[in-house]
């Protein structure tokens, strides 16, 4: 069972996006991306169905490592957004977050990722207009690079020990 | 000339040590080449430190690791003293820098580095199973294998890390033994060479090389307990079952987000001591993806790690005016 | 009488690639391109060079007691009516394949002589590990690569022991004499290599005897259970002899007789599993206590323990066999240079001094 | 069991009894009915405890061999799979494997006077002990509880005292400090114990509780002139596999989990390891 990937972003059996093959996990702060997000659905604007919403409680608390644990198993791409700079409501959470997720960005493809799965922007919680654009843009790109394939899941060593899989 | 700087350390150790809890350094393994962590409390034991280009541990974690040696340090507790080339200086400096110990706590042995031997790159060169002795000649390294005495440039077999050190000489130290060393590099640019080789090649090749390297691993930990800067130590979220990073299975997923934990609670705080590297004991470049990281932050942030006390790590602070790509 | 063959050097690929068609067939082989490089033992592929010029890094254990293994699987099942779950199913996951080891040495197969107590000495017979072991076979070089690290003399074993082993390879330099030692292991040779003749014999006798002679490693073991049964209170003692560990889990992961591990489950959605997984005593976790307390809070503890386990309770426990198989790979490989040799040997210096 | 060591039995969650903040209680049986009435142990044997998914845990099967309705385990909340056994409810499926380890040994026990000594959840392991021989009252001598708990809400098994008692059982009854409604005895264990002051002579103590609790109570009994065999208490340590053979569980050469969790005060020194 080595090709399971983590709970938290597993699709759950037959959903929608299972059909549709992509599955992009948005991480958005809850006090303006969320309600960005929200307004965006209030308005009615027409949105891809591939995204799936993590909700945080600033960009602050956005771990570069559960963008890297996405895309390791396999998620096609990631998409962080938060309040504008300056607008945060901590005042400061996403200038942390924003130098952590430009370094991590510049990091990424060294391992061999590709960076256009990972995205980061500003969205206020006004700008529903904003978000269908973000949104329509990045899973766009996102079915333009196709699934991703993640890492390589079978080891060159292991794959033949008999571990007691059938 | 190093039998000159053993003798001055000898001597100089001599003179602090009853005003200190300890020494720590490095001395004679039980094989002929490697050298061991010491303790010396006693001054009958002085005579086992040795300095030189074997000297590879950085020792500065044990300052800080749980258990120290002296975790919680009594009120008035004598100071450690503690043998420091010139990237264990930066890691020093660091854990300063991030109030893990103080400056008086410290008595700091500085050792001019000419470089260290990395072993695994002699056992390309000699069959190490059975080597009779081993020293250096100037810039020579004399194996004697007990069939043949082999003698290799130093510069041919010095540890990844030592190429583009920057930082010979301790940034701080209380004394020092020795004349000043040269540095081998004085840019960015000839600083990351195995870095940028690695950025040259396209991605999927990127990709490759890491799950053939990655691959490798058996999650044995010692890259994390070697590593100075690794100060959870016993509480790492590697192995915490709540919150979950993961999981005991060993596929190349689970080892490539290991690496990328490591790296990412690095990221700015990391030296380049290449003990992560050192301790691997399937050979796997692991000072390497922290490299990178410590090219962006330099590139990007202007900042290297250990370099000033009073500096910030930049992933600990941030500036309204960063800008975005 | 026993079935013994002859390959000569340039046909070991073709048998090798013959008896993988028989059995799953593992062999000694770099796990990097490097001929220095770290090696481990790999399903056979055409090709695929075996080493046997040097002791892996890693050792045969893997094979009967995988990294990470499956005990049972479960699956709840959903209540059509009530939604709620309401039963669930659990399998036992076995599946063991017969497998060859081609090229262990006898140390690796020395830990097995431990791991066979542990595991089927019970009162509680592990059926995953008992199973394996039933059906790997050990085909083991004579070995004569010891190295300055190595101490199998020490500890019950020897260059050319073949306890536990299914067939004995003797390196000759035109190529490899295989003899089977038991009669299942025969039939694996049957329209292998070619006889041998008298010479090759005679070569090949000759090193085998000359194997059996050396004395690897001059490590005393006697008296050692009592020994650190002495030393065992004194913090001193363990303060100097292991200060310098970083409680990483290299020596515990390397070492052919380290078996201790732990049992997790891993869900998804409604299935998942129960696994076994290597754990390591060096780890703060292994003991740690759900309270917070821990037995064995520092590394002065837990590398205590693990000197205990090999040199003291094991033998206490199976009539003197020894925990450690002599096989060195905790020395080479550990990063700050730690000699379990000279722990051990200090126990009894002075024992009654401190 | 079945062949497979690590092969749990399914069971069901028959009841949960909430004993204070942080205890529960729980009442399972084995789904297999045949083994279900087969099922016996030696008091004190304990059994492993899985919620599938999260993972095993150890307990002491605190519900005596003589009383075969149901398997019961007392469990406190610390950890990962102790907080998600908390959320069980009654018809809830687990996994059992039991009887594991040795358990109390009841036979020696006979003829000889009986002090339990237990400490908030530490009174689990003895009550099945304690059950076992108010089932065979006429075996043993006086029998003397002394109970202690932080508070009267900390107390385990408060619906079953009085049927203690009518078991001919001295039981004492202590809280550290004074709270209001309560009528019994106010004081740390140590302290009750040494006011009790019950005499060694063919008594055998049975101890068990938090290890300051025991640390202090094994000092007062031998100044109360009890000797080492004479007290017997049960180890905890982490457990995974519980059949001695994963490693983690040993004091020197012993397993708790198969050669304890009981020892007595002797054997545990002559073991030596880190407790």
């Given at each position: 069972m080595t090709d399971e990937g983590p709970r938290s972003i597993a699709p759950a059996d037959g959903t929608a996006a299972d059909t549709q093959g992509i599955k992009i996990v948005g991480f958005l702060c809850n006090w303006c991306s969320y309600g960005g997000a929200d307004t965006a659905g209030v308005c009615r604007f027409k949105q891809p169905t591939d995204l799936r919403v993590v909700r945080i409680p600033c960009t602050g608390r956005m771990d570069p490592l559960f963008i890297a644990k996405s895309l390791i198993y396999g998620v096609d791409g990631v998409l962080v957004s938060g309040c504008h700079p300056r607008d945060c409501h901590y005042a400061v959470g996403n200038f942390y977050a924003r130098r952590r997720m430009e370094a991590f960005k510049a990091f990424l493809p060294f391992m061999g990722i590709d960076t256009r799965r990972f995205k980061y922007t500003w969205v206020s919680a006004s700008e529903g207009q904003q978000w269908q654009k973000v949104v329509t843009e990045f899973s766009e790109q996102i079915h333009e690079l196709g699934p991703n394939p993640g890492v390589r899941r079978q080891t060159g060593e292991n794959s033949k020990v008999s571990t007691g899989l059938r | 000339m190093l039998e000159t700087d053993r003798n001055q350390l000898h001597k100089l150790v001599e003179e602090a040590l009853p005003e200190l809890d300890m020494v720590i350094g490095w001395g004679q393994s039980t094989d002929s080449f490697q050298t061991t962590p010491v303790f010396v409390r006693d001054a009958k034991q002085i005579s086992q430190l040795t300095l030189g280009p074997f000297c590879s541990q950085n020792l500065t974690g044990y300052l800080v690791?749980?258990?120290?040696?002296?975790?919680?340090?009594?009120?008035?507790a004598k100071p450690i003293g503690i043998c420091v080339k010139g990237c264990d200086s930066r890691s020093l400096v660091a854990l300063i820098q991030e109030k893990f110990l103080t400056r008086e706590r410290v008595r700091i042995f500085g050792i001019p580095c000419r470089g260290t031997v990395d072993w695994n790159k002699v056992g390309k060169l000699v069959d190490l199973s059975n080597v009779k002795s081993a020293t250096v000649e100037e810039d020579v390294l004399v194996v004697d294998d007990s069939q043949t005495t082999h003698r290799i440039k130093l510069e041919e077999v010095l540890a990844r890390k030592c190429y583009g050190c920057r930082y010979p000489n301790p940034l701080i130290q209380d004394v020092t033994i020795g004349e000043p060393a040269t540095p081998r590099s004085t840019s960015i640019e000839s600083s990351y060479r195995d870095v940028d080789r690695l950025d040259a090649k396209p991605l999927e090749e990127r990709l490759d090389f890491w799950q053939s390297e990655l691959d490798r691993c058996i999650r044995c930990y010692a890259c994390r307990n070697a590593c100075p800067l690794c100060v959870c130590q016993d509480k790492c979220?590697?192995?915490?079952?709540?919150?979950?990073?993961?999981?005991q299975r060993v596929g190349i997923p689970e080892k490539f987000l290991f690496h990328f934990i490591h790296a990412m609670h690095l990221a700015g705080r990391c030296t380049g001591c290449g003990e992560c590297e050192r301790a691997c004991p399937m050979d796997i470049p692991v000072t390497l993806i922290k490299e990178k990281l410590n090219k962006i932050m330099e590139e990007r942030l202007g900042y290297s790690a250990g370099l000033d006390v009073e500096a910030v790590p930049p992933l600990l602070t941030f500036n309204p005016g960063d800008t975005e790509i | 009488m026993a079935v013994k063959i002859f390959i000569a050097t340039d046909q070991l690929d073709s048998v090798l690639e013959k008896l993988a068609t028989k059995i799953d067939l593992w062999i000694p082989a770099l796990l990097k391109e490097d001929k220095s490089g770290p090696t481990g033992f790999i399903p056979y592929e055409p090709g695929k060079s075996p080493v046997f010029e040097r002791q892996t890094t890693l050792p045969t254990k893997k094979l009967l007691l995988p990294q990470v293994e499956t005990l049972l699987r479960f699956e709840y099942k959903k209540d059509p009516e009530g939604g709620s779950t309401s039963s669930i199913v659990v399998d036992d996951a076995r599946q063991v394949r017969p497998t060859l080891v081609f090229g262990a040495r006898s140390c690796d197969v020395r830990a097995l002589i431990t791991m066979d107590r542990v595991f089927s000495q019970g009162p509680y017979v592990d059926p995953y590990y008992v199973e394996r072991r039933k059906n790997t076979f050990f085909a083991t070089l004579v070995c004569e690569q010891n190295d300055s690290k190595c101490f199998c003399s020490s500890v019950g074993g020897g260059p050319a022991d073949m306890e536990g082993s299914h067939l004995k390879i003797v390196k000759l330099d035109e190529g490899y004499v295989v003899e089977a030692l038991t009669k299942e292991a025969g039939s694996l040779l049957e329209g292998l290599g070619e006889a041998v003749d008298k010479a090759k014999d005679t070569k090949a006798g000759k090193i085998v005897k000359e194997a059996s002679k050396r004395i690897v490693g001059d490590l005393d073991t006697k008296g050692c259970a009592e020994a650190f049964r002495n030393r065992f209170a004194q913090n001193d003692f363990w303060v100097q002899m292991v200060s310098q560990c970083l409680s990483c889990g290299v020596c515990t992961y390397v070492c052919p007789t380290c078996y201790c591990f732990t049992i997790t489950d891993e869900t998804q959605n409604l299935k998942g599993e129960r696994m076994r997984s290597w754990d390591s005593c060096m780890f703060s976790q292994y003991t740690l206590e759900a309270s917070g307390h821990n037995p064995r809070p520092t590394k002065l503890e837990r590398y205590r323990n693990r000197v205990g386990h090999k040199f003291s309770y094991i033998p206490e426990k199976y009539e003197g066999i020894l925990g450690c198989c002599g096989c060195g790979r905790c020395i080479r490989s550990c990063p700050v240079t730690i000699d379990i040799r000279q722990v051990v040997g200090n126990l009894k210096e002075n024992s009654n001094e401190q | 069991m079945n062949n497979n060591p690590y092969l749990p039995e399914m069971a069901t969650v028959q009841e949960v009894i909430t004993e204070t903040g942080n205890i529960r209680t729980l009442r399972v049986t084995l789904d297999n009915k045949e083994r279900m009435d087969q099922f016996s142990f030696r008091p004190g044997q304990v059994g492993q405890l899985s919620v599938f998914g999260t993972g095993e845990s150890t307990f002491v099967i605190n519900s005596p061999p003589t009383r075969k309705d149901y398997l019961q385990f007392s469990v406190m909340k610390t950890g990962e799979v102790t907080s998600r056994i908390h959320q069980l409810n009654a018809g809830d499926k687990v996994g059992v494997r039991a009887p594991l380890g040795n358990g109390f040994d009841f036979e020696a026990m006979k003829g000889h006077d009986i002090l339990f000594i237990g400490g908030g959840i530490g009174m689990a392991p003895l009550r099945t002990l304690l059950l076992y021989m108010i089932d065979n009252r006429a075996d043993y001598g006086d029998i003397t509880v002394i109970y202690g708990a932080r508070s009267p809400k900390d107390l385990c098994f408060t619906y079953e005292f009085a049927d203690w008692r009518a078991g001919n059982v001295n039981l004492v009854l202590t809280v550290d400090a004074e709270f209001p409604g309560w009528k019994e005895r106010v004081g740390f264990v140590p302290t009750v114990l040494n006011e009790e002051a019950p005499s060694p002579n063919n008594r055998l103590a049975v101890v068990c509780g938090p290890p300051i609790m025991i640390k202090f109570v094994l000092f007062n009994l031998k100044e109360l002139g009890y000797e080492d065999p004479q007290i017997i208490t049960t180890l905890e340590k982490r457990m995974k596999c519980g059949i001695g053979i994963c490693g983690r569980c040993n004091a020197g050469s012993k397993y708790v989990c198969l050669d304890g969790p009981v020892f007595s005060y002797d054997q545990i020194r002559a073991m030596g390891g880190e407790l």
């Open positions: - | 690791k749980p258990p120290a040696l002296d975790a919680a340090p009594k009120e008035g979220i590697i192995e915490s079952r709540e919150p979950r990073w993961l999981t | - | -």
